[in-house]
């Protein structure tokens, strides 16, 4: 009887690998932040630059914060609620300008505890910075925290969260490790 159980499930496994290809390549370029419920550190004053035009999907709005003159600067931060527990291992963050000096990605599960994904101490290369994750991230909160920038703040956000290979490894890992763990039984 265990034999026949072990068959099933070495099937099933490789069903499941078969099948969750072709869900994870139709989601490599789905916008998981579009939309979602967003917040701002704070809105630069006199403006519309609402956090919710991060992720509204126009490139010709965005979210700003206050300017910051002062020699230690105050952290300025964009949090997205996904609404559930979202994998992903791609952020694309387009920056009004080229200021930022140091910042990181931030996930949560709780919006209390925040756990660093990403860190990068250096102003990026162009406006667009595309952020690969060396390990996908699992959380149903982003943040991004930005510790460090010239002058004044501005922060142009069409954050898009890209679903790629590492979803589809991962989901097979768990399974292959449940598995594991139901042979040795």
């Known amino acids: 009887m265990k034999r026949i159980i072990k068959c099933i499930t070495v099937i099933a496994v490789s069903i499941c690998m078969i099948f969750s290809t072709n869900i994870n390549i139709r989601a490599a ?31 010709n709005t965005r979210w700003a ?14 949090k997205i609620d996904f609404g559930a527990e979202t994998v992903f291992d791609m952020v694309d963050v387009q920056w009004e300008q080229q200021n930022i000096q140091s910042f990181e990605l931030q996930v949560s599960n709780d919006d209390a505890q925040w756990q660093t994904v990403y860190t ?28 460090d920038y010239n002058g004044d703040w501005h922060l142009f956000l069409s954050l898009k ?25």
């Open 65 to 78: 914060s206050n300017p910051d003159y002062n020699t230690t600067k105050s952290p300025k931060w964009l």
């Open 120 to 147: 990068r101490n250096s102003a990026p290369n162009s406006k667009l910075d595309s952020v690969v994750l060396d390990t996908a991230a699992s959380a149903r909160y982003l943040r991004v925290y930005v510790t």
């Open 29 to 59: 370029n789905t916008n998981l932040a579009l939309n979602k419920t967003v917040m701002a550190s704070d809105v630069e004053t006199g403006t519309s630059f609402t956090a919710n035009l991060a992720v509204d999907g126009n490139s």
């Open 161 to 185: 969260f890209q679903f790629i290979i590492q979803r589809k490894y991962l989901l097979n890992q768990m399974i292959i490790m449940k598995y594991i763990q139901f042979l040795k039984k």
